[in-house]
């Protein structure tokens, strides 16, 4: 069975920062892309991040340029979010999805998601 | 960047009735290998999202037959034949063509 389970959110101060995981499990994980998609509270979903199946390629929304950087160890199994300069608007569930077929998805399985909250 | 636009924002729906979801791209999601990258999703209350259309009229595994999609270039639409109290939430659609992906802003569907 295929299962993301992400963790490492949690209460930081704006302009902190905070890692998130996802641990990956029932499939070939370095076989596939990897994203980050996250939801204000709310809101609608948002692309964050994604990283290729070889970890040479990464993509970024425009709005996280910079502060995050998404990466993955495949021999753990897990994708990270390393999230920077936090601010207000980062705030909310962040969940971590299987591309299925390429880069851009579709995305057939999704973790749970974990919260993020940015506030002083 | 693509930007995605759907409507109704809210749809309410009789139970065994017929609904309707429009999306619509601000540029063609048709690939040169032929594919049309537009998927949807449900998001049902307190849950993480779920693929429901894959390549703009492809279900998911799993899905029931009462839902479909159909469009090409840029417009595109979700069909539910006859709906169920199970599928409330709110619908996306999403472009897979290009980064950044976007979705549209979501329909929310609830019962009458």
């Known amino acids: 069975e295929v299962q993301l389970v992400e963790s490492g959110g949690g209460l930081v101060q704006p302009g902190g920062s905070l890692r998130l995981s996802c641990a990956a499990s029932g499939f070939t994980f370095s076989d596939y892309t990897m994203h980050w998609v996250r939801q204000a509270p709310g809101k609608g979903l948002e692309f964050v991040a994604a990283i290729t199946s070889n970890g040479g390629t990464t993509y970024y929304a425009h709005s996280v340029k910079g502060r995050f950087a998404i990466s993955r160890d495949d021999s753990q199994n897990t994708l990270y979010l390393q999230m920077g300069s936090l601010r207000a608007e980062d705030m909310g569930v962040y969940y971590c999805?299987?591309?299925?077929?390429?880069?851009?998805?579709?995305?057939?399985?999704w973790g749970q998601g974990t919260l993020v909250s940015v506030s002083s | 960047d693509i930007v995605m636009t759907q409507s109704p924002l809210s749809l309410p729906v009789t139970p065994g009735e017929p609904a309707s979801i429009s999306c619509w791209s601000s540029?063609?999601?048709?690939?040169?290998?032929?594919?049309?990258?537009l998927d949807w999703y449900l998001q049902k209350p307190g849950q993480s999202p779920h693929l429901l259309i894959y390549?703009?009229?492809n279900r998911a595994s799993g899905v029931p037959d009462r839902f479909s999609g159909s469009g090409s270039g840029t417009d595109f639409t979700l069909k539910i034949s006859r709906v169920e109290p199970e599928d409330v939430g709110v619908y996306y659609c999403m472009q897979g063509l290009q980064t950044p992906l976007t979705f549209g802003g979501g329909t929310k569907v609830e019962i009458k």
């Open positions: 390549l703009t009229s």
């Open positions: 540029q063609s999601l048709l690939h040169s290998n032929g594919y049309t990258y």
């Open positions: 999805a299987r591309a299925w077929m390429q880069v851009g998805g579709p995305f057939d399985y």
